[in-house]
């Protein structure tokens, strides 16, 4: 029962065009963020990786707000990661719910 359970959940967070959709804009948001990491660069690269993931991330950094200094950088990029991943998920419930509740068109071609 377990192993469906998260089958379930990883089809409805990964597979599916609307998640992957998203999951791949998180991505390219994730790139000026990366890019001042790695070259030391100062600058605003988080915001749009924040924007991205905005509001559930906003809500999570209120819960990490008040912590040590040492844990603040890896805090903020674990709310983000966990923002994007319950995106992903309710995205993936929208899209399972149109799929199911649209009405299938009939394929009527005129020979």
Known sequence: MRASRLR???????????????????LVAAFPLLYESLTGASGFGGIWLLLATAPTSMGLMVLFWDVD?????????????????????????????????????ANTLAS
């Open 8 to 26: 379930t959940f990883v089809q409805l967070t990964f597979a599916n065009p609307a998640s992957l959709l998203y999951l791949g804009l998180v």
């Open 69 to 105: 200094s040492d844990l603040g950088a890896p805090l903020f990029l674990l709310a983000l990661a966990l923002a994007a991943l319950l995106h992903s998920f309710a995205l993936g419930l929208a899209h399972r719910w149109v799929q199911d509740h649209l009405p299938r068109r």
